[in-house]
């Protein structure tokens, strides 16, 4: 959710990227393989032409360490671990793949959810989609992944726990498309599922989010609107907000994006807990978005049409200038005015010490819902309609 500057995350990535380059090709002894860590990160050849069973099977379900739903049977449902990332013991980070095969050929949708691991309304909402399918009736396929960052959802927090220098809370939403050979296990385990199981089974996809732990967002899809197979999707959605701008390259639907298949990323209220309400009008706009791409049958539901909805390209951020106590004037989704007060903040006295305002005029989008704050962070999130180029150093995520 509320983020490091654009500026500051592309010199981290600039000095990681200079990093990987002292690595050196390491023979190592006999029996193990030779790493070169300057491998590209370019999948094998046959990554979208095979499927890749490593032979093991936990808690009944077949493992594959590469997938192509083309092998799989039509008609059916298929439920599968793929074999991610080791960890430090050796074991692997397996995450859960479910598959609803169409009887009949058609578009093949991928649907992720658990890429920050406090996000549980995402992992509802595909649920609810996936359990909602009936393969004999549909024509293509959807694939979805509910626990990308496997390590993060363990302990329902945001970030995976990396061992690389000590414990190195890493944010899984800012390194794809990853790195099979890369110096974190979180770039690699983004490498694999990328290369090996959710871009050669993508026509389209859609990555579900929701905002933090301590900070809550209104229902939202975060769509480039001037793609038009892009916002033709977005606009399926009966949620009352969008946010059209292209956000930082390396969370997973630009990845999507820029591997030629039309992503976006819904934002379905707070992390941590279920909002059944909001959920419902994702799987609403989900299942709508399954239509107009004719993988099944049946009347749409509500839409954007049925709802009004606001488009916004920029994020303004209301950042604490204080510590204490916050107390909210608005709520999300009230439309605010430049100069309107939005919320105030008292020490442990009592006594107010300060009071903060909208720089602009749009909707409240985001909320610290944490009471306590220190200074820096951000308490609102307003969208806006910024004129001229994008410098919003924070969106909502
Ligand atoms: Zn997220």
Not at 162 to 186: F, K, S, Y
Not at 189 to 215: S, V, W
Not at 217 to 228: G, T
Not at 292 to 297: E, K, L, N, S, V
Request: net charge negative.
């Amino acid at each position: 959710m509320p983020d490091e500057p654009k500026g500051g995350l592309a010199r981290r990535d600039f000095m990681i990227a200079s990093f990987a380059t002292v690595g050196a090709s390491v023979a190592l002894a006999a029996g193990s393989k030779e790493v070169n860590a300057q491998e590209t990160s370019a999948p094998p050849a046959d990554a979208s032409s095979g499927t890749t069973y490593t032979g093991e099977v936990i808690q009944g379900k077949k493992v594959v360490s590469a997938l192509d739903v083309n092998d799989l049977e039509p008609g059916q449902k298929h439920f599968l671990y793929f074999q991610g990332v080791q960890m430090p013991t050796g074991q692997f980070w397996y995450v859960s793949v479910m598959v609803a095969k169409g009887a009949k050929p058609g578009k093949r949708c991928v649907l992720t959810s658990g890429v920050h691991g406090d996000e549980m309304s995402s992992i509802h909402t595909v649920q609810t989609v996936m359990n909602q399918l009936d393969p004999a009736e549909m024509s293509g396929t959807v694939m979805a992944v509910t626990d990308v960052s496997r390590p993060a959802l363990e302990s329902m927090q945001r970030r995976w726990p990396n061992q690389g220098r000590g414990i190195d809370l890493v944010d899984m939403n800012r390194v794809w498309p990853g790195n099979e050979n890369d110096i974190t296990a979180p770039s690699r385990h983004a490498g694999l599922l990328f290369n090996r199981l959710l871009r050669p089974n993508a026509d389209f996809a859609i990555d579900f989010h929701t905002g933090t732990t301590g900070f809550e967002v209104a229902a939202f899809n975060i769509a480039e609107m001037d793609v038009p197979e892009i916002k033709a999707m977005a606009d399926l959605y009966p949620v009352g907000q969008i946010f059209n701008n292209p956000t930082y390259p390396s969370v997973l639907h630009n990845a999507f994006n820029a591997a030629g298949i039309p992503s976006f990323c819904p934002e379905i209220g707070a992390a941590r807990h279920l909002d059944l309400e909001m959920i419902a009008l994702f799987v609403e706009g989900t299942t709508n978005v399954l239509k107009h791409h004719g993988i099944i049958a049946g009347p749409m539901g509500r839409t954007g049409k049925d709802v009004t909805v606001f488009v916004g390209n920029s994020a303004f951020p209301i950042l604490a200038t204080e510590g204490g106590i916050v107390e909210h004037l608005v709520k999300l989704n009230d439309k605010v005015e430049a100069g309107q007060k939005v919320a105030i903040q008292r020490n442990s006295f009592g006594e107010v010490v300060a009071e903060y305002t909208s720089g602009v005029t749009g909707e409240v989008t985001g909320q610290r819902s944490d009471v306590m704050s220190e200074p820096g962070n951000p308490l609102v999130f307003i969208l806006f309609n910024q004129q001229g180029p994008d410098d919003a150093e924070t969106y909502p995520e």
